[in-house]
């Protein structure tokens, strides 16, 4: 098994651009979630995933769009770039929505927003 | 509002000295507790997690926690550290509330000095 697989690893953009992040597992897991790092702040959740066509808001879901079309797939849209969206991004899936579940977490991609 | 908060953003300690991360939460219900770790270029993995029982977990590579409801507090311990133990702990807080919530630390970054 791969994981929880993340591209790209790296990603310079221009304020305004648009880009997506690609997420996929081959867990089979239902839930997947997708969180930023910032430095002194720990992993925040930006939107998560509790099956195929189903997708919800996290703590920090501004400027961030989702869709899951399939299980494996949750792919992060950035509608227009900005600045404050430099980050680490992490995707996450789970074998179910419970909390005592442990997630798995992707390599991450690092977002440069000029 | 819920938070964890880890206290010391930075660890330097040489080989063989002893290790404890402190993690505490602010969360009046249910919870289930997690240390992951994040060895530099690779992925978050877990460490150990609580979620109801002994309070004493032990986990992978030597490292245990204690859970302490009276004191919130689900501290990280190690008694002889490694090398190659350097990396960024998290501590990571599942609130039951309607489903759950994931609330991540700020993290620690461990140097271990050869």
């Known amino acids: 098994n791969a994981g929880v697989t993340q591209t790209p690893k790296f990603q310079v953009l221009k304020t305004g651009q648009s880009m997506t992040l690609q997420c996929a597992q081959d867990m089979n897991h239902e839930y997947m979630s997708w969180y930023r790092q910032d430095p002194g702040m720990g992993l925040r959740l930006i939107h998560y995933s509790v099956g195929a066509g189903i997708t919800d808001q996290g703590e920090v879901p501004n400027g961030y769009n989702v869709s899951r079309s399939t299980t494996e797939d949750f792919p992060l849209r950035l509608l227009s770039a900005a600045p404050s969206q430099t980050s680490v991004y992490f995707c996450?899936?789970?074998?179910?929505?419970?909390?005592?579940?442990?997630?798995?977490f992707g390599p991450g991609t690092r977002l440069l927003v000029l | 509002a819920q938070s964890v908060s880890q206290h010391n953003h930075h660890v330097i300690l040489s080989e063989a000295a002893s290790l404890e991360l402190g993690c505490n939460y602010s969360y009046g219900g249910t919870v289930n507790l997690f240390w992951y770790v994040q060895y530099p270029g690779q992925h978050l993995q877990l460490l150990l997690k609580y979620f109801s029982g002994d309070p004493l977990v032990k986990g992978i590579k030597g490292f245990e926690a204690e859970f302490i409801k009276s004191k919130f507090s689900f501290n990280l311990r190690k008694p002889s550290v490694q090398w190659s133990d350097t990396a960024e702990y998290f501590c990571a807080v599942n609130v039951r509330a309607g489903g759950f919530k994931t609330i991540f630390g700020a993290g620690t970054r461990l140097f271990v000095k050869a």
């Open positions: 996450a899936s789970q074998t179910r929505r419970l909390a005592e579940e442990t997630q798995y």
